[in-house]
């Protein structure tokens, strides 16, 4: 059972515009949310991440809100670039197991194309 | 430079050949991943460790070993490599405790035979 779902494998943008991932979960015991870019022939490198005590998390062109009652997050990219392009994975973590807060559930990810 | 580090970035096997890949990370993280990225499937947890001598199965382990002798390095073994383990494989690190990101190296292409 898949804990931590993208439902879209892939989303275009025109450059300048607003990009809006999307992430749902299941596990109502995670408690920490992750969102890591991936190019291709390297790995994943952390972007941004958000407590559940929160429901917005800020940095720079990169914001996640956090809605828990929906078991929803979403990155937004404003404005996009072409650099931006890559595949985005959700990550989530949660306090349910002697490990649970250190180990991170992935989604299948979400390839982001930026077009110029 | 804070890394993790990984070898082979590629390598072509047969099935039934022993292979190790190797792990090692330079910022004295003491939780240490590895995890396995497959088309459709994300990326899916193999083993992790907590500490020095402290490891525990993940998500997929069959097929696996590792050990965990000294912090920075985590080591993944297959010891007896099918084809269903052609994969893209990537070992992380983290400080541990709560709400920590983890730390990614390059990847290691395996294609098994």
């Known amino acids: 059972d898949q804990q931590v779902k993208q439902n879209s494998p892939s989303l275009s943008v025109q450059e300048g515009r607003i990009s809006i991932l999307n992430c749902d979960y299941t596990?109502?015991?995670?408690?920490?949310f992750l969102w890591y870019k991936k190019y291709p022939a390297e790995g994943p490198t952390f972007l941004i991440s958000?407590?559940?005590?929160?429901d917005k998390n800020e940095d720079g062109r990169f914001t996640v809100f956090l809605n828990k009652s929906a078991k929803h997050l979403s990155l937004h990219i404003v404005p996009s670039q072409p650099g931006d392009s890559a595949v985005y994975f959700c990550?989530?973590?949660?306090?349910?197991?002697?490990?649970?807060?250190?180990?991170?559930?992935f989604g299948k990810g979400t390839k982001l194309s930026v077009i110029p | 430079e804070a890394q993790v580090t990984q070898n082979p970035r590629y390598l072509i096997t047969v099935t039934g050949k022993k292979l190790t890949v190797t792990c090692s990370q330079n910022?004295?993280?003491?939780?240490m991943s590895w995890y396995r990225q497959d088309p459709g499937l994300g990326l899916r947890q193999i083993y992790y460790?907590?500490?020095?001598?402290?490891?525990d199965k993940g998500d997929v382990p069959e097929g696996y070993k590792v050990s965990r002798k000294e912090k920075r390095n985590f080591p993944l073994i297959l010891e007896s490599p099918s084809p269903n383990q052609t994969s893209l494989y990537f070992c992380?690190?983290?400080?541990?405790?709560?709400?920590?990101?983890?730390?990614f190296g390059p990847g290691t292409r395996l294609t098994v035979l």
């Open positions: 460790s907590m500490n020095v001598e402290v490891t």
């Open positions: 910022m004295n993280h003491e939780y």
């Open positions: 992380a690190s983290s400080l541990g405790g709560n709400y920590n990101e983890q730390f």
């Open positions: 596990n109502s015991m995670f408690d920490y």
């Open positions: 958000i407590s559940s005590i929160k």
């Open positions: 990550a989530a973590s949660g306090g349910y197991s002697g490990a649970g807060s250190y180990q991170l559930t």
